[in-house]
């Protein structure tokens, strides 16, 4: 390294104070040069810190965005598929008892295909919401399909469930439909 630039480099590091006070410097030939190169410099490290961090947002957000698409990439798959589990939900009840022996293979088989609808919805993430009759309404997983004064309940307590409520991992996909009592006296 030459005389030359260690110098520079020298001055370069030289706090700028000390040229303040040095007024013979800022007579010295070249010296607004140097402050017009420090004031550069200055700037492009500026913007290189901000492009540091616009690029390091930008990865965290593309880490965010691909997580979201893997955990609910399939929420419209899966809400399309909530009407057939309805159904096949619906079909079981309808069989009932009397018709067990008549039709039992082909009950068998509505069961054991809901029974895997509900492992490959699990295995994606989707949980039921399954209220009970004398739960609690929550209006943060149920929705109210009616109200109705049923005596011996209390108010805001459920007492139908007409539909489970599903959740996609932490998001509520669909609410439970549920009728909630409205009984003042009790």
Same mark, same amino acid.
């Given at each position: 390294?030459t005389n030359a630039r260690k110098d520079e480099m020298a001055e370069d590091q030289a706090p700028r104070d000390e040229m303040a006070e040095a007024p013979e410097?800022?007579?010295?030939?070249?010296?607004?040069?140097?402050?017009?190169?420090?004031?550069?410099?200055?700037?492009?490290?500026?913007?290189?810190?901000?492009?540091?961090?616009?690029?390091?947002?930008?990865?965290?957000?593309?880490?965010? !965005?691909?997580?979201e698409a893997e955990q609910y990439g399939g929420t419209r798959l899966a809400r399309d598929l909530l009407p057939v589990y309805d159904n096949l939900s619906r079909?079981?009840?309808?069989?009932?008892?009397?018709?067990?022996?008549?039709?039992?293979?082909?009950?068998?088989?509505?069961?054991?295909?809901?029974?895997?609808?509900?492992?490959?919805?699990?295995?994606?993430?989707?949980?039921?919401?399954?209220?009970?009759?004398? !739960?609690?309404? !929550?209006?943060?997983?149920?929705?109210?399909?009616?109200?109705? =004064?049923?005596?011996?309940?209390?108010?805001?307590?459920?007492?139908?469930?007409?539909?489970?409520?599903?959740?996609?991992? !932490?998001?509520?996909?669909? =609410?439970?439909?549920?009728?909630?009592?409205?009984?003042?006296?009790?």
């Open positions: 390294m410097l800022a007579q010295a030939p070249g010296f607004g040069e140097l402050e017009a190169l420090r004031a550069e410099r200055d700037e492009l490290r500026d913007k290189f810190m901000r492009a540091l961090a616009d690029a390091e947002n930008s990865r965290k957000r593309a880490e965010r !965005d691909r997580r079909a079981l009840d309808a069989a009932g008892d009397e018709h067990g022996a008549v039709a039992a293979a082909l009950i068998e088989g509505v069961e054991l295909t809901l029974r895997e609808l509900r492992n490959v919805m699990t295995k994606h993430g989707v949980q039921p919401i399954t209220p009970k009759v004398g !739960d609690v309404f !929550d209006p943060q997983h149920h929705q109210a399909m009616f109200e109705a =004064p049923v005596p011996g309940t209390k108010a805001g307590h459920i007492i139908q469930v007409m539909t489970e409520g599903f959740m996609i991992h !932490d998001r509520l996909l669909r =609410p439970a439909q549920v009728g909630v009592s409205s009984n003042t006296g009790a």
